[in-house]
């Protein structure tokens, strides 16, 4: 399975202001996503990251507000913009193998006050 | 929507009884079957996966798959405090290609 470092593991940012959340893999994924995880609820998938270009996102979510950069096979950023207390979740990358089976980094866990 | 469906518990059950979570799901074309259990503050981790209609064991495990139904269960047998924990029932392929959707999750507590 893939070896997945997400970074940072936590922060606690000013409504206002955006965070930038890195994504490395120790091997080339073809398959590289985004998800939220709201306090108490489940995973929501916010967006596809591709490769080379614009990510794919699902509903309820945009790129103005989500932008999301892939330059390579191996990392990927998910930026959270114009942050509002609302955002505060926790932010988790997911590859997916061969198999299917999705891995997780540890997620980043942001505070919005 | 493409959805996938659980009971959010919380499931009781005494230390070293079977607990059964169930879930079932929408997309009928949906091809791979996965539970994943979180604690509390930690990323998921991949505990079982099911492509084929049927039961998978592994240790005390045991996924189930009815296709026709749209359902997935996961039994866990001889339940040890330590597997108590969120359990998400996560499908993938279909409509949605390599995108897994999750289940709310089904919060597990094994009483000691």
């Known amino acids: 399975s893939a070896v997945i470092s997400q970074k940072p593991s936590r922060d606690i940012c000013q409504r206002g202001t955006s965070l930038t959340i890195q994504c490395q893999v120790d091997?080339?994924?073809?398959?590289m996503f985004w998800y939220r995880q709201q306090p108490g609820q489940s995973l929501t998938l916010i967006a596809t990251?591709?490769?080379?270009?614009?990510?794919?996102?699902e509903s309820g979510f945009v790129i103005d507000k989500f932008p999301i950069s892939r330059p390579n096979l191996t990392f990927s950023t998910l930026t959270v913009s114009n942050m509002s207390p609302e955002d505060s979740s926790i932010y988790l990358c997911?590859?997916?193998?061969?198999?299917?089976?999705?891995?997780f980094g540890q997620g980043t866990r942001l505070t919005v006050v | 929507q493409k959805e996938v469906e659980q009971n959010s518990g919380p499931l009781s059950v005494p230390e070293g009884a079977i607990a059964s979570l169930n879930c079932t799901y929408s997309?009928?074309?949906?091809?791979?079957f996965f539970w994943y259990r979180q604690y509390s503050g930690k990323s998921p981790e991949l505990i079982m996966f099911?492509?084929?209609?049927g039961d998978k064991e592994d240790g005390r495990f045991t996924a189930q798959l009815n296709k026709a139904s749209q359902y997935v269960s996961l039994l866990i047998r001889d339940s040890q405090p330590s597997d108590s924990a969120t359990y998400l029932c996560?499908?993938?392929?279909?409509?949605?290609?390599?995108?897994?959707?999750f289940g709310a999750g089904t919060r597990l507590f094994v009483k000691a």
């Open positions: 997911s590859v997916v193998d061969q198999n299917t089976e999705a891995f």
């Open positions: 091997s080339q994924v073809t398959m």
């Open positions: 990251a591709n490769q080379g270009s614009e990510a794919t996102y």
């Open positions: 997309d009928r074309g949906s091809q791979s």
């Open positions: 099911i492509y084929s209609n």
């Open positions: 996560a499908v993938n392929g279909g409509d949605g290609g390599f995108k897994t959707i």
